[in-house]
């Protein structure tokens, strides 16, 4: 029989290819364990997903990402092999590590809980309910998926690369981040229209303060660089979100990138600008759903029926809608601010964002998105602009801009 490492080899190439039958053959030989017994393959897999988790730790992957993807392509069930091996990475790696990078660990829940590694997969089966060949089949589907990620831009300074500098935010942010919180939860609970969207308007005016303290606050430093976030762009809809992420990253002076292909989107920005992004995306997004499944039965009741294109266009519309009523929160915020001495560090660190989008994305491309139903749009923009903020009632709709899209 061969070693451990030849057989998980094996098997992680026939699982790559088209033969179905040749990859069963190859999971059993792994089931019996070959020379050294079951423990030992084991171990060959395991070491193998936490080496190559480590080679993409460089490459931009942070565990957030890997987390996220992994539970798009695998199942929540089999992306904890993943998220186990970020814990088996980071048990590894020499302190110091960047407080950001063990604080996304600490939201995965990602934790060493087993006691030797050549008995990891033996405890994930007993933790999941699996038998030992599903477990080898996961085990398997986690290194190939992983093993074939590639390159993306990196954000910050991962384990082991020298710190860079972080621009400081504006005293008070946390009491300030807690009242926008606030807002946002009342905006997705309350089941008044109007109320949700002024909620969410007021949300953005005090974002919009926060960042323009912090952009005055802060001491000019050259070292001083934007940074970015990723915002998951899952199906459905995968489209209609990332045009959400865009209007959202427009209205706090960030820049986005779509990469369809791995179902997020890339915010660049200044960390307070960011922080905003974050938060009224994750909160708009479970508006505009709750808003569309109104609209569906809205649209029964008048002996419509659901369709695809309507819930796309809907959402698309929403979009729009609702970036321009955040960037004139933002507008408003500025004017108040006043303009005259805001208005060149406002430009100064847009150009620095948009020289770093340059930087990290060469090759964006624009990718247009279709209106297919008009009454979806009709209902998207009604739903977004019900709180009449400074709205034209009756203005035609626009066709739907485009998304910057990562060039594959």
Known sequence: MPDAEELVSDALAAVRGTDVRLAER???????????????????????????????????????????????????????????????????????VPDWWEAQLRELAATVWWDADDRHLAGWSARTGSDRFTALRAAVDALALVEGLPPIAVLRPPPGAPAAATTRPAPGGSRMLDRVRALLAKAESTTFPAEAEALTAKAQELMARHSIEAALLAAPDPADLPTGVRLGTDSPYAGAKALLVQEVAAANRCEAVWSDDLGFSTVLGWPTDLEAVELLYTSLLVQATAAMLRGRGERRQSGGRRTRGYDESFL??????????????????????????????????????????????????????????AEGWTSGTAAADRASLGATPGRPARPVRGVRRRDR
């Open 26 to 96: 190859q999971l059993d030989r792994l089931m019996i364990g070959g020379a050294d017994g079951g423990r030992a393959v084991d171990a060959a897999l395991f070491r193998r997903l936490v080496r190559t988790v480590g080679r993409l730790v460089p490459r931009g992957w942070q565990p957030v990402d890997l987390a996220r993807i992994a539970t798009r392509r695998l199942g929540p069930r089999d992306a904890g092999l993943v998220v186990d091996a970020l814990a088996a990475h980071r048990r590894d790696l020499a302190d110091p």
């Open 316 to 373: 698309n519309a929403f979009a729009l809608r609702i970036g321009e009523r955040l960037r004139a929160a933002t507008g408003a915020a500025t004017e108040e601010a006043g303009p005259d001495r805001l208005l060149p560090v406002l430009a100064a660190r847009n150009e620095a964002v948009r020289q770093h989008l340059d930087a990290l994305f060469p090759g964006v491309t624009r990718a247009r998105l279709t209106v297919r139903d």
